[in-house]
């Protein structure tokens, strides 16, 4: 395989090839988030053909986003250890492949190998690396870049949700199935516009790297079958792995990634049970997949409009809050759905809910970035991406469960709100924890010596003194022991 040449830069250039990797990673969100939220349309169509309950049927749009997420760390690795477009290339394949032979299924078992798992699977390739590719390109102007790219959710679920409906009744579902995997391997396309790029923070990292690989090379030309050239590889695979994912060991992540399964349970049965829910209280198939475009519509908006007020200097240092905010009222939204019972009373909830939904998904890599660096984000959005895995898998085929026994939807909803509520609540006791013990430990400082002024780089406590004596007036920085603010 011919070497990938990178682009050189000091600092994220925040524009110039940067807007192409932002319309790349749009076009990917729209080919793997948009058409998994409208596989849902397939619902009815599936329920019907194969005769099976909610629960059964349900298990398809799930395996979809559960593979997607619990591969996601293998995405991150492909684009790491060779190139982020090989990984969207060979996914692209996967994913219409799959859709390709689903169109051939005989039985709801077929679609779970290959609508499920396969095309799950190509979607893993694309996703957090894409995700991952625009946080490199953008720093100051990181959220907004982040909002439009994850707007392509929005944008496509508005643009195909009537579009596959339409398909379904000209074509079947099969006819419907195999459109969409020519549709997806735009993905291939997508993945030839992220060129790769070396940040200055990177260099560090790299230069271990090639330490590593030439001691190993060393080896190799002493004895390649060596017991000690087997020790080298392990050495240096242990290390590359630590080094990637030592931010696992980060408290602030350990909450973000906690607080993300509850998130994830809540998130996934609205885009499945939406439409089935809103043609049992007797609205019409149309005007169901019209409910799936405003949601998408307003996603769109959510997307842009909160990555561009959380990039203003106002709301800059907020992000994290606004990010709790934004998952709470969608846990709010769902508990007032089981009392709308029309279309009049769907629509306003469908923009509610489309909106916040786009606010807090633009700023999942934004907050995850915050926490783990740069350098990380594509490691640290694979495991983030991975802790959706188990929710997106069980929750619709719970809430269906649900449905089946109660005969109601009402159960299901109310569990998914308390999840997003719960999710939203553990973030900002979090936060209100850390800053209470910033606070005490600044007034102990203060306590010890009235002259010492606190500060903190985020894990370790550092006092600095002036010493007024010195004509020169240097400071003296010495570390508080045994205070740690994580």
């Not at 349309?41 to 619990?70: G, K, N, P, R």
Request: charged letters at 10%; one cysteine or more; hydrophobic letters at 45%.
């Amino acid at each position: 395989m011919a070497k990938v040449n990178r682009v050189g830069s000091t600092s994220p250039p925040d524009g110039g090839w940067g807007w192409m990797i932002v319309a790349g990673c749009f076009l990917v969100t729209i080919c793997t988030r948009a058409v998994t939220r409208c596989i849902s349309i397939f619902f009815v169509e599936f329920q019907t053909y194969f005769t099976q309950d909610y629960a059964q049927t349900a298990w398809i749009h799930s395996i979809v986003d559960c593979v997607t997420m619990l591969c996601a760390p293998l995405g991150s690795v492909v684009s790491n250890h060779l190139s982020c477009q090989v990984g969207i290339m060979l996914g692209g394949l996967l994913a219409s492949t799959g859709f390709i032979l689903g169109s051939f299924a005989t039985s709801l078992k077929h679609l779970y190998l290959t609508l499920g798992v396969l095309t799950g699977l190509g979607f893993a390739l694309c996703y957090s690396p894409a995700i991952a590719m625009v946080g490199k390109y953008f720093s100051r102007r990181k959220a907004l870049a982040y909002g439009i790219a994850m707007s392509g959710s929005g944008i496509g679920t508005f643009i195909l949700a009537p579009v596959v409906q339409l398909l379904i009744e000209q074509f079947s579902w099969r006819g419907a199935l195999l459109i969409l995997g020519g549709f997806v391997l735009n993905l291939c396309v997508c993945g030839a516009l992220m060129r790769p790029i070396t940040l200055k923070e990177d260099h560090s990292s790299q230069e271990q790297n090639r330490v590593c690989r030439t001691q190993k090379e060393d080896c190799k030309r002493a004895s390649p079958y060596s017991p000690l050239t087997k020790e080298w590889a392990q050495t240096c695979l242990c290390c590359s792995l630590q080094q990637e994912y030592s931010f696992l060991l980060m408290p602030d992540f350990v909450v973000l990634a906690i607080s993300v399964l509850f998130m994830a349970y809540g998130c996934s049965p609205l885009f499945v049970y939406l439409v089935p829910y809103a043609l049992s209280v007797g609205v019409s198939h149309q005007q169901a997949a019209f409910l799936m475009s405003i949601l998408g519509v307003i996603d769109i908006i959510g997307n842009i409009t909160f990555g561009w007020l959380t990039d203003r200097r106002c709301l800059k240092n907020y992000r994290y809050v606004c990010y709790l905010f934004a998952v709470g009222l969608d846990g709010l939204c769902y508990l007032c759905l089981p009392m709308l019972r029309s279309l009049p009373l769907l629509v306003p909830f469908s923009c509610t809910f489309g909106y916040f939904d786009g606010a807090y998904v633009t700023l999942i890599p934004v907050v995850t970035a915050e926490i783990v660096g740069t350098t990380s984000l594509s490691s640290a959005l694979g495991v983030v991406y991975f802790l959706h895995a188990v929710p997106y898998l069980v929750s619709p085929p719970i809430a269906g469960w649900l449905v089946d026994t109660t005969g109601s939807y009402t159960a299901a909803f109310l569990l998914c709100g308390f999840s997003m509520i719960f999710s939203s609540v553990l973030l900002g006791f979090a936060r209100l924890v850390k800053r209470m013990k910033r606070t005490q430990l600044q007034f102990l400082a203060k306590e010890s010596d009235p002259k010492l002024q606190l500060w903190t780089n985020g894990s370790v406590a550092y006092s600095v003194a002036r010493e007024l004596d010195q004509k020169d007036g240097d400071s003296v920085a010495t570390v508080v022991p045994g205070y740690n603010l994580t």
